[in-house]
């Protein structure tokens, strides 16, 4: 086995023009590529027929307030382009004929000029032309119906080229905000092969059948057994990139099962995860949090001190991440909880040698919203044999803990005899399980094998386990047993679907963690921030009636407890 736990922040990365971020690399394709000031990547748009009109996402790049360059270039000729949207709304899908065009200066620029983050352009009002010494150029067409504005164009006759020597046409787009945007393209034509670029380079948007890639700063380990990540790894060391492939990885953002163009969209510098191998990664983009058990409190100088454990509980590796003990202060502002519902004081929180506790930094409000297009879709893996580690990824699914049967866990020494961070639960459990659509009771077995993860970082499972908390079943091979257990805690997010929303009130509708339903307003705060599937979003496009949600209250700093124990039951005398 090769298992590696990552606490990371993004931190290898590749220039685009000016903007440091997460490198991404795909395998082969054929078919629309884009580009931005200079970062690469690729899309295949598959099968359609000819003269039919197509909206294809050739994925993101970041880019400055500005002017731009959108260059469409041939590789098979009669490959036809009727708009171009460049939209930094992560949920927005065009359809139709697509929006209105964006208005276009009368200069010599002729650029096609954005409001609030989004830029539509007409293919046919271009800036320029340019042949690429090849001798043909890029045509107006029209005679395929359905096009929207005055035509559209279309590449020229001729062998197919490469993206270094294909005749290109140019659109001028002027952006007003930095931040991510979605390159959509409205394609026709006889052919399914072109280029879509900016600034003159190419960049792949994430190939549907390809692999990406970032690379990751390593801040903890679990278990690997290869090279520098074996017995002497040390915390903070770098390691090689890590891949996401879309028909072996289970992928959690947020808590929330999604596929891997939206994990690895989400992919930002700061954000945090665990993974295992290839096989599971779980990423959280919320701001990252202490960990540890209470050893020592201080009332009078409102100090304590944490035993936090590295994240592994392989006693082999307990030399070079040994748990260490370090001390924290909080004020009169300091919030205090019991588990995640129960207000508390310091006294009742900080309890040495009786408490767990997360550490959470000051935050604003946050709103995430989970649209369909991010859904985990089964399809996209193998089936069970075809080959490969990931191959029964499939059995993994989204569940709800709901009752305990019997858990138990190991507790690791390392040579100083240090107990190590206990994870590992064999025992039984009943949840509330989403198969094929549908919410379903399930027995549940995990095997000795099984690691819990609470929050992104291992947790033992008698404080992982809460009847109420959400989860992710980490299913291997064609394993019945799950080999991780993602569990999502209470925190204090109120969790539902968008009944409306005026643009300042929210009404949302949804069940608490005792199943109980319950209609609540929520005021949009000033400054609060949104995100789409991980990635920020405008207001107006996110919040939408229907989609479902989790907002997160602002607060200051805020300690939670965690006491020991799974619920009682007769005659139980576990833990």
């Known amino acids: 086995m090769k298992l590696k736990r990552i606490a990371w922040t993004v931190c290898a990365a590749v220039f685009c023009g000016s903007v440091l971020t997460a490198s991404a690399s795909t395998g082969s394709y054929e ?57 930094a709304d992560h949920a927005f899908k065009p359809s139709g004929t697509g929006p209105a065009a964006s208005p276009q200066e009368s200069d010599g620029k002729k650029a096609h000029v954005g409001k609030d983050g989004i830029v539509v352009a007409e293919a046919e009002n271009y800036a320029s032309l340019h042949d690429r010494g090849q001798g043909l150029n890029y045509a107006q067409g029209s005679s395929y119906k359905g096009f929207s504005g005055s035509g559209y164009v279309i590449s020229p006759k001729g062998e197919n080229t490469s993206w270094s020597s294909g005749p290109e046409v140019r659109i001028r787009i002027k952006i007003d905000k930095a931040g991510k945007y979605y390159f959509w393209q409205r394609v026709g034509g006889s052919s399914n092969s072109g280029y879509l670029g900016i600034d003159t380079a190419r960049v792949f948007a994430l190939n549907e059948k390809g692999v990406t890639k970032f690379s990751a700063k390593i801040t903890a380990f679990d278990y690997t057994s290869y090279g520098r990540w074996g ?32 994990f690895a969209s989400a992919v930002q510098p700061g954000t945090r995860g665990f993974f295992y191998e290839s096989v599971y990664h779980s990423l959280y983009t919320t701001g990252d949090f202490e960990w540890g058990e209470v050893v020592a409190h201080d009332a009078a100088s409102k100090e304590f001190s944490l035993r936090i454990y590295p994240a592994t509980y392989r006693p082999e590796h307990g030399n070079t991440n040994p748990p260490y003990v370090k001390k924290f202060k909080y004020d009169g502002e300091t919030t205090f909880r019991v588990r995640e519902e129960l207000d508390g004081t310091a006294g009742d929180v900080l309890v040495a040698d009786k ?71 064999p025992g039984t459990f009943t949840a509330t399980v989403e198969r094929d659509g549908r919410w379903e009771s399930e027995n549940v077995t995990t095997s000795g094998k099984c690691v819990w993860v609470m929050d992104g970082k291992i947790c033992p499972p008698n404080i992982a386990f809460r009847p109420g908390r959400r989860a992710v079943l980490g299913a291997y091979r064609n394993s019945p047993q799950p080999h991780r257990m993602f569990v999502s805690s209470f925190d204090d997010a109120v969790r539902g679907v968008i009944k409306s929303f005026d643009g300042k009130l929210i009404v949302v509708e949804g069940k608490d963690h005792q199943g109980k339903s319950f209609s609540k ?3 949009l705060a000033s400054d609060t921030s949104v995100m789409v599937d991980g990635l920020e979003a405008p207001v107006d496009h996110a919040l939408v009636v229907g989609r479902t949600l989790a907002v997160h209250p602002a607060r200051g700093k805020t300690i939670i407890a965690f006491p020991r124990g799974l619920p009682k039951r007769d005659g139980d005398t576990s833990f």
């Open 31 to 87: 078919g629309v590529v884009t580009s931005v000031d200079g970062c690469e990547g690729g899309f295949d748009n598959g099968k359609h027929k000819a003269g039919e009109w197509r909206w294809y996402c050739n994925g993101w790049r970041y880019l400055y307030p500005g002017y731009h360059e959108v260059t469409i270039r041939k590789r098979e000729a009669g490959y036809a382009t009727d708009k171009i949207v460049v939209t």
């Open 231 to 262: 017995r002497d790894s040390k915390r903070g060391e770098m390691g090689p990139p890590v891949g996401v492939n879309k028909v072996g990885t289970v992928c959690i953002l947020n808590g929330n099962l999604v596929n891997a163009h939206t």
């Open 355 to 425: 408490r767990f506790v997360q550490i959470h930094p000051p935050r604003k409000q946050i709103i995430e919203v989970i649209t369909p297009r991010s859904k985990y879709d089964r399809s996209e893996y193998y089936e069970p044999g075809a080959g490969g580690r990931g191959d029964a990824n499939n059995k993994s699914a989204p569940a709800i803990l709901t009752k305990i049967g019997h858990l138990e866990y190991r507790v690791a020494k390392n040579d100083a005899g240090l107990d190590m961070m206990p994870g590992k639960a």
């Open 521 to 523: 307003t929520i005021r």
